[in-house]
């Protein structure tokens, strides 16, 4: 299994993302040893990093992490865009306008996750969950496309599923948030439910807008 | 130029897209009248009142409007998505979870209307817009995927170009709110900028999530 | 009639309370004309120039306007403490904690005005409204506590009726946002109810927290 | 040290804070023991109950725990006011508006716990906390004031400190929330703080409004 959280950006210290992965190094879900990895906050550079861990060591799942200021929940995302329109800076000061992730590529791609079981996994726990359908079209949806994009293409990829999760601010980031615990637990919970669900159960968590 | 409206939903006693087109109803735009009609919210029936309306006035621009009860500002969306995943039940009960849009078709289509020319133009008259990057997966999203399918895939209406914005909620709904006269003002000059501009100017819209 | 606004704090280029009082210089409500001034934003400088204004016009009735920034509504005040506690800076870099307005205060004032009125004088007209419990603890509440203490302990003022409003950011500065038509269309028709009210209907207004 | 929560109300079937009470029935707090009761949302019954705990106990400290869906931090509240303004029935469809909780009494109290301790204590095990400015104006405020009412004029409690916490929704009833798990180790953190802190520092934690 490959977990992967980004560095922080827009001018702050921490990720979420990546507090929460350190404190997961180390561990198994479902008898899988975590390879754990921090990627770059750049689309320049994050996606080859990502291409480069995946044909490594095609892991059964990837689960990509991020950062979602402003969201209350962990955000298991449904789909990505095929767009990249920055409203700040990457971290290499990079800023695309309405510019193609993959050129030529479908407009979005879905998760191949079982997001409907991750959600279900969080609720049981106690853990505040949801199903997102919008990542974003920065740095995070940028991998999250080039992920899909790259399993739907590459044929020695054909039994790897691969998604993406968004975090809430640490505390001190700004509101809401939620406590490292909280986090780190969650995206346990996750990873176990998107390990053991080869489908989805029938869970509505739709948005009506 | 089409423009369309939902009924209300979900237990309201009024929907501001209808209401907003009461209020245009007989205007024009930039020398188009406005054609205008409110659908059912129901996946059953409104794409096929939706279908016949195009063809039959095989208009220039097609811009169909929803309730988003929580957003803050008009809300222009960039994108639809092949699936229903229905939080509530429909005006006639139906709630399909997780089922396509359109079987078999891509998972998403972007709008064709130029959408940040709009963006800016509700800036410049000092109206609160936003571009966004899901219309939900309820009706509304049903209603603007299955316009962009039909208009991909329909050659009479090679021609037509078309979107989807949402509308907050009115003063007494919820909060936030915006007055009926700022909805009205803002729809007549997201029309304006979408009947006079070709291509879309390079302005970010976009979201880090 | 006095009303005040405040000028632009926090690093913004505009206050919406400034922005809406100069477009309604040179206005009567009710018969009475009203005297408009824009306070400085500090807690040294702000309660001398309103307190000057007041003793100067005598006026039947003080609305005092600011900016809450992040706040949905036209935001009625019902109620001044006696406590600066600045998060920020003011515009002369003072920034008091957990110091009295006044020492020897009493810990709070209600308004005077009929909030209640006023809250339904702008449901009435369909536009977004509220009655808020807290003025904060910035310059904005030190202004109201000055102002209703001055009200509470000099004789000559004993016929003025005092309160505050806040106002939500104009659009480009933030999200939520209303129009400038709307907060001076909204100042307009609660100074008009509070004039014409000289007490308050029962109506529920309040909040579970 | 006498702790006391809320029973559910407004149709919910649960409430943090009788949830996370529950957790800590049976503990210690700076080798205090912990007096545990849960209150009605009544504003009738819910001040004779507390009244008649704190005579009868005469702790050292008096913390009131209620819930206030829709914030996002374990809320500290500085104040408690004169009024009551049901926006909806207590559990009793009792429905007061605009009436003082006590009559004749002053406009408002501040808490006399040391809430910027408390509030730096949460930070420092990296949970979520805040000052708040209003403990709104229904049966939290109604209890909140009333205890701080007892503890201003009955001689018997001159050595009794006296406040009051809000916390978040629990996942499940609404958005932000917080597992119970942060729910219970920061109303430990709290007490703790309030337990060995006689006075408060010089902490900035105010609101613009």
């Known amino acids: ?6 560095e922080p950006f827009g001018g702050e210290r921490v990720n979420p993302s990546a507090a929460a992965l350190h404190a997961l190094r180390g561990r198994s879900v479902a008898g899988h040893p975590l390879v754990t990895s921090v990627l770059p906050v750049s689309f320049a550079a994050s996606l080859p990093k990502l291409r480069r861990l995946v044909l490594r060591h095609r892991p059964c799942l990837v689960l990509c ?6 969201r209350a929940n962990l955000s298991i995302e ?18 695309p306008i309405d510019e193609p992730v993959e050129p ?14 991750m959600h279900a996994a969080l609720r049981d726990h106690g853990l505040p969950g ?6 974003g079209t920065f740095v995070c949806n940028h991998v999250f496309y080039g992920l899909m994009h790259l399993l739907a293409t590459e044929p020695r990829l054909a039994h790897t599923r ?13 509101e809401p948030s939620l406590p490292l615990a909280a986090l780190t637990e969650g995206i346990a919970i996750a ?7 080869a ?3 029938k869970l509505g968590a739709g948005h009506t807008h």
């Open 104 to 117: 030529g590529g479908p407009a979005a791609y879905f998760s191949t996750l079982p997001i409907k079981a």
């Open 199 to 201: 489908t989805d159960p």
């Open 1 to 6: 299994m490959l977990v992967t959280a980004f």
């Open 78 to 95: 449904r789909i990505a865009v095929n767009v990249q329109d920055a409203r700040i800076p990457d971290n290499t000061a990079a800023q």
């Open 191 to 197: 990873l176990l439910a998107a390990a053991t669900h």
């Open 65 to 70: 992490l991020g950062q979602a200021g402003g």
């Open 162 to 174: 691969g998604g993406f999760m968004h975090l809430p601010w640490l505390p001190g980031q700004g």
């Open 130 to 135: 949801e199903v997102s359908n919008t990542a």
